[in-house]
């Protein structure tokens, strides 16, 4: 139903800033829940934080205080500013889409993945 676009990743400073960007194809992105996983070395995918189609109720990771989730309708497109960044951040990040209200409650919908390296 939808196909999802990331991009934004790379390489940066422990204490450094990212924003992740996911492109979402489509007439109905409102319709989504979206959300940011992320896939470390060494460990199980996680979900980072979600928001819903209309943006106005979000979720994050206890892990993660200092990512904020954003979305522009408008422009079919998720955001994730991730500030203060840490070697333990470092990890494939994904973006995924879950149909709200007719969906099966699972995130149905993958972007590629991004690499998101921390590192002096």
């Known amino acids: 139903q939808v196909q999802l676009v990331e991009s934004g990743g790379g390489l940066v400073q422990p204490g450094g800033s990212l924003r992740l960007s996911c492109a979402a194809s489509?007439?109905?992105?409102?319709?989504?829940?979206m959300g940011w996983f992320r896939q470390g070395p060494g460990k199980e995918r996680e979900l980072v934080a979600a928001?819903?189609?209309?943006?106005?109720?979000t979720y994050y990771a206890d892990s993660v205080g200092r990512f904020t989730i954003s979305r522009d309708n408008a422009k079919n497109t998720v955001y994730l500013q991730m500030n203060s960044l840490k070697p333990e951040d470092t990890a494939i990040y994904y973006c995924?889409?879950?149909?709200?209200?007719?969906?099966?409650?699972?995130?149905?919908?993958w972007g590629q993945g991004t690499q998101v390296t921390v590192s002096s």
């Open positions: 995924a889409a879950d149909r709200e209200r007719t969906g099966r409650g699972t995130y149905d919908y």
């Open positions: 928001i819903t189609g209309s943006g106005v109720r």
């Open positions: 489509g007439r109905t992105f409102s319709w989504y829940t």
